[in-house]
């Protein structure tokens, strides 16, 4: 399967080849055409690493606003569903609670 990511640089690299061999096949087997012809392999390889670094790095932003989106969306979620007081009470509850549990059992 090929990723989209892969395609993306492909898109330059075959653009390329593709303008190197219109190159080559208009200037014949020369020494000129030739140079052209790598000239433009060259410049379609450096794209193709250009456009594959520049989507590995809008794909880690997309994630890390995604992340970031999810921890805020949860931390609301922990809100919504705190009810005031507990804490308190159950800080003044518990020793009581534990007392009573040790009694029981001595």
Known sequence: MVRPGSLIALCPAIAGLL??????????????????????LVGAGMLSLLASAAHRGDLAALRRSIEAAA????????????????????ERVLPIWTR??????G
């Open 19 to 40: 303008g190197a061999a219109a190159v080559t096949f208009a200037g014949g087997m020369g020494g000129v055409a030739i140079a052209a012809a790598v000239t433009v």
């Open 71 to 90: 921890a805020g969306a949860g931390a609301a979620l922990l809100e919504e569903r705190r009810i005031d007081g507990l804490d308190r009470l159950c």
């Open 100 to 105: 009573q549990i040790e009694t029981s059992r």
